[in-house]
């Protein structure tokens, strides 16, 4: 039965990366850093090829798949957006550490969410029909490899819920341009969204001048 291929990966760094401010919805571009890194990347090691780039709407993101798919159209996807970190955006953690608000937010576990954050539930259920919806896409139109650019709290949102196999939202982070091959059986996905992952982007093991192991799953 055919298998549909989801290449997620996370934008470029911007200079809110640079400089550990929370970014969430503020729409800063890839800074000049950031972008000869998506480069090098490039140079390095090869992206897997795909049929269709989905990404968030932020800049960021669009920018990260107009470098890493030249000439591939891409698809706007609203809930692939980062959560909004409501008054603590554009701050960084020393900024913040004497904030009341901020101290009750960070607690591990937390379900606090300040005026303007997005709570995590929220966020969760927001970036889960997200993939639903790019998954579904793809089977509606056949498309059977596809780039899914977006943001880490995304990312690691959504593997940690729906990856095989099951691992922490800590081990579903990476680095800026890189990220996580996982597959969609379409028999399973429609009765349970689950995706299995069988790889990492760019892999280490993928450097231009040798032969590519995956080669035969594009």
């Given at each position: 039965m055919k298998t549909?291929?989801?290449?997620?990966?996370?934008?470029?760094?911007?200079?809110?990366?640079?400089?550990?401010?929370?970014?969430?919805?503020?729409?800063?571009?890839?800074?000049?850093?950031?972008?000869?890194?998506?480069?090098?990347?490039?140079?390095?090691?090869?992206y897997p090829y795909v049929d269709e780039v989905y990404a968030s709407p932020l800049l960021r993101a669009r920018q990260t798949a107009e470098i890493l798919f030249p000439g591939c159209d891409y698809t706007a996807v609203e809930n692939l957006r980062e959560a909004s970190f409501g008054p603590f955006e554009g701050k960084?953690?020393?900024?913040?550490?004497?904030?009341?608000?901020f101290a009750k937010w960070i607690v591990p576990g937390s379900e606090y969410a300040p005026a303007g954050v997005e709570p995590s539930k929220a966020f969760y259920v927001r970036c889960r029909m997200g993939i639903i919806q790019i998954v579904d896409d793809m089977m509606r139109r056949g498309v059977t490899n596809a780039a899914v650019v977006t943001h880490a709290g995304v990312i690691s949102t959504v593997l940690a819920a729906l990856a095989y196999p099951k691992l922490s939202q800590y081990d579903w982070?990476?680095?800026?341009?890189?990220?996580?091959?996982?597959?969609?059986?379409?028999?399973?996905?429609?009765?349970?969204?689950?995706?299995?992952?069988?790889?990492?982007?760019?892999?280490?093991?993928?450097?231009?001048?040798?032969?590519?192991?995956y080669d035969d799953m594009y």
């Open positions: 549909y291929k989801l290449y997620m990966i996370r934008h470029g760094l911007t200079e809110y990366n640079l400089d550990g401010r929370y970014c969430g919805t503020l729409d800063p571009p890839l800074c000049e850093e950031g972008v000869n890194q998506l480069y090098e990347l490039m140079e390095q090691y090869d960084t953690m020393a900024q913040l550490r004497d904030d009341p608000e982070n990476c680095e800026a341009g890189c990220g996580f091959m996982l597959r969609a059986d379409p028999s399973l996905f429609i009765r349970e969204p689950v995706l299995e992952y069988f790889g990492d982007i760019p892999s280490e093991a993928l450097p231009h001048d040798e032969e590519d192991p």
